[in-house]
């Protein structure tokens, strides 16, 4: 099978085509499993921390990929939830206990880091992680909500914000726009308010419905019942802190924070920041349930993620385009030649 692999972690600075295309041999589904012949694979800031190594794989090489969308094509032994020719979905969590804190187990294991991911033409995942995909959603539509969809209402739920509540969105890429929608649908009476680098990214907000969007240092018009920070650098936790409530709780949506400006975080202040019984969560990794309660509330809403189509071979020049350009939208890698099911046998 056709695939793109990682052999080591590198910086894009320095290496401008991390992955290269390879021929391997493909996949059998273990007991519990199913292989999914893959459609579409989104790209996700994730595979950039893979890559330059913040999040690295275990070993090498290996496929990247984490928001798969497919069809099952055979069953292992004992796999009975999907039948062949199911339309299915693969996020971040590859497999894990089966806990409701199973994000934070030991057993956890990430799809395109621990094992093979959708960078390819098949892959194999535990049935029991390989979701349905609501009919409304085409194949490229479903792929940014298999990981930039699903944490970003995993985010949400950990702000514990209700209807009526501000909240804000500091960074406006991949996850937060399929956020902004989504909390506008659960709390239709909640103000939302962006805070983004670009002006291009304000503006895209503002087209989703956003009730202000400014710089990620201004003051919003308010202080905020909570905020999601949603970017992979520190000058955007300070200002976050500072946008808050007494009794605020701040977000923290990003598997790592870069170097480059860390040297922020040594101005903070007590008294701005902190003070006043206000909060700091992480979010790691997702669950089962977020998925499959994730995907059902997306087809109601219904979230409409727009994305940008890649052929499979151009997966470097989608991940540089995640890293340097504003990103407007979600990018997928078109793998199959055209998203036709394979029939059922």
Not at 15 to 30: G, I, M, Q, T, Y
Not at 88 to 105: F, M, P, T
Request: contains cysteine; proline residues 8%.
């Amino acid at each position: 099978m056709r695939a793109m692999i990682l052999d080591r972690t590198c910086a894009l600075s320095r290496d401008a085509r991390p992955l290269r295309l390879a021929r391997l041999p493909e996949p059998r589904p273990v007991p519990g499993e199913v292989r999914i012949r893959v459609s579409v694979c989104g790209v996700c800031h994730t595979e950039l921390d893979e890559i330059e190594g913040r999040t690295a794989p275990a070993a090498f090489p290996i496929v990247p990929g984490h928001e798969v969308v497919g069809y099952v094509d055979e069953t292992g032994p004992g796999a009975t939830r999907h039948s062949l020719g199911a339309r299915v979905g693969a996020g971040w969590i590859h497999h894990s206990s089966g806990e409701d804190d199973e994000n934070l187990s030991p057993h956890f294991a990430a799809t395109g880091r621990d094992v093979p991911g959708g960078y390819a033409e098949y892959m194999t995942v535990h049935e029991n992680y390989a979701f349905p995909i609501p009919e409304i959603f085409s194949d490229a539509e479903a792929a940014p909500l298999l990981c930039a969809g699903g944490v970003g209402y995993r985010a949400l739920r950990l702000t514990g914000i209700v209807d009526g509540r501000s909240l804000g969105l500091t960074g406006f890429g991949g996850s937060a726009h399929l956020v902004l929608p989504l909390a506008k649908f659960l709390y239709p009476k909640s103000r939302i308010y962006v805070f983004a680098r670009s002006a291009r990214e304000r503006e895209f907000a503002r087209e989703l419905g956003a009730d202000w969007a400014g710089d990620t240092e201004e003051a919003a018009p308010e202080l905020l019942d909570a905020i999601i920070d949603t970017t992979p650098a520190w000058r955007p936790v300070l200002a976050a802190l500072t946008n808050l409530k007494p009794g605020g709780r701040l977000v923290i949506n990003a598997i790592r924070k870069e170097d480059a400006d860390r040297d922020r975080m040594a101005s903070i202040r007590y008294h701005d920041h902190l003070w006043m019984e206000k909060e700091i969560k992480t979010v790691a990794n997702i669950t089962a349930r977020d998925l499959a309660e994730f995907l059902p509330l997306a087809a109601r809403v219904p979230l409409k993620p727009r994305v940008q189509l890649y052929p499979l071979e151009e997966a470097n020049e989608a991940l540089l385009a995640l890293k340097y350009d504003d990103v407007r939208g979600a990018k997928v890698l078109q793998v199959a030649d055209e998203t036709i099911p394979p029939p059922a046998q």
